[in-house]
């Protein structure tokens, strides 16, 4: 899918009335839904996730911190990661 247009659209309700809402930690840019008041950060998800990652990820897996933490840190969806802790501690 390479014709996915950038618009930003809330993940919860599909509106486009979208506006900046600050950084999270990591430095990626923020938005909140104008029409639900949903918070999200753009497409966080779509990225592949680099091999840096997940050698972060795994370090923080060991830490004990909650996989909403760690994705937040990390910058890739919980759901991304509940599938990555899946498929690692099923070996
Ligand atoms: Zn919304």
Same mark, same amino acid.
Do not use: T
């Given at each position: 899918?390479?014709? /996915?247009? #950038? /618009?930003?659209? #809330?993940?919860?309700?599909? $509106? %486009? %009335? *979208?506006?900046?809402? @600050?950084?999270?930690?990591?430095?990626?840019?923020?938005? !909140?839904?104008?029409?639900?008041?949903?918070?999200?950060?753009?497409?966080?998800?779509?990225?592949?996730? $680099?091999? %840096?990652?997940?050698?972060? !990820?795994?370090?923080?897996?060991? %830490?004990?911190?909650?996989?909403? @933490?760690?994705?937040? *840190? *990390? @910058? *890739? $969806?919980?759901?991304?990661?509940?599938?990555?802790?899946?498929?690692?501690?099923?070996?």
């Amino acid at each position: 899918m390479e014709n /996915q247009k #950038c /618009q930003n659209k #809330c993940p919860r309700c599909q $509106s %486009e %009335e *979208v506006v900046k809402n @600050g950084h999270i930690h990591n430095g990626k840019q923020r938005y !909140i839904c104008k029409q639900c008041g949903r918070q999200f950060v753009k497409d966080p998800q779509n990225k592949p996730v $680099s091999d %840096e990652q997940k050698a972060l !990820i795994d370090k923080l897996l060991l %830490e004990k911190i909650p996989l909403a @933490g760690i994705a937040r *840190v *990390v @910058g *890739v $969806s919980e759901r991304w990661l509940q599938n990555y802790v899946n498929v690692v501690y099923d070996k």
